[in-house]
């Protein structure tokens, strides 16, 4: 089976295309992406019971595969930037407490995976936040890619192709939905900015 790094991390991959470009294309892969069915969803909250066991091991072990697997990566994170040492990165504090967050975030996306309004609330308001972040979404699924990764080890004989199809396809649903909340929150940026005489007219249909 291996891990899905092509599988996740090809669909995030929009270099070399203009911003309209990516605002489409993102829009497509929002459209596109399935919602995880209920045999995936119980066997993804199965799976969860299992890992959460050892959430700060794997967000520290999914960070550094990060770094190595694409360590353009780093320029979005000011505090790794300039680290080359990646066993110094294995033993950071900081690490750590990032990681936390991300896995913090699975957690909820997981608990949430059959109440579909809070999952789009929660998703597309990080990926509005990363907006903010100088994070862009041709990096999220990489993440996604290598949880995958991370915690094949630690399911064992659990881990089967059914299962990682399940998790592949809830990081992409939600990886989807960050993406729209990503180009939602740069083009409300984008209207702030504009002058008054450069905003389009707005014809009063007001009776």
Not at 91 to 109: C, D, Y
Not at 135 to 141: E, G, I, L, N
Request: proline share 3%.
């Amino acid at each position: 089976m291996g891990c899905a790094i092509s599988g996740l991390a090809a669909k995030a991959d929009f270099g070399g295309r203009s911003r309209e470009e990516d605002a489409d294309a993102d829009a497509d892969a929002a459209a596109a992406a399935a919602h995880p069915s209920e045999d995936q969803i119980q066997m993804i909250k199965e799976s969860w019971r299992v890992i959460r066991d050892d959430i700060a091991k794997v967000g520290i072990i999914m960070f550094v595969r990060l770094f190595e697997t694409h360590p353009e990566c780093k320029d979005v994170f000011f505090l790794f930037r300039d680290v080359e040492d990646l066993e110094r990165l294995r033993t950071s504090r900081e690490l750590r407490a990032h990681g936390l967050r991300v896995m913090s975030f699975i957690e909820k996306s997981v608990a949430r995976l059959d109440q579909l309004e809070r999952l789009e609330a929660l998703a597309l308001e990080l990926g509005k936040s990363h907006f903010h972040y100088n994070a862009p979404p041709k990096y999220y699924s990489y993440v996604g890619a290598e949880f995958i990764c991370a915690v094949q080890p630690i399911l064992k004989e659990r881990w089967t192709a059914e299962l990682e199809e399940a998790w592949k396809t809830m990081f992409q649903y939600v990886t989807s939905l960050m993406r729209q909340g990503y180009q939602e929150e740069s083009a409300r940026q984008r209207h702030l900015t504009l002058s008054p005489r450069d905003r389009p007219e707005r014809s009063n249909t007001a009776l």
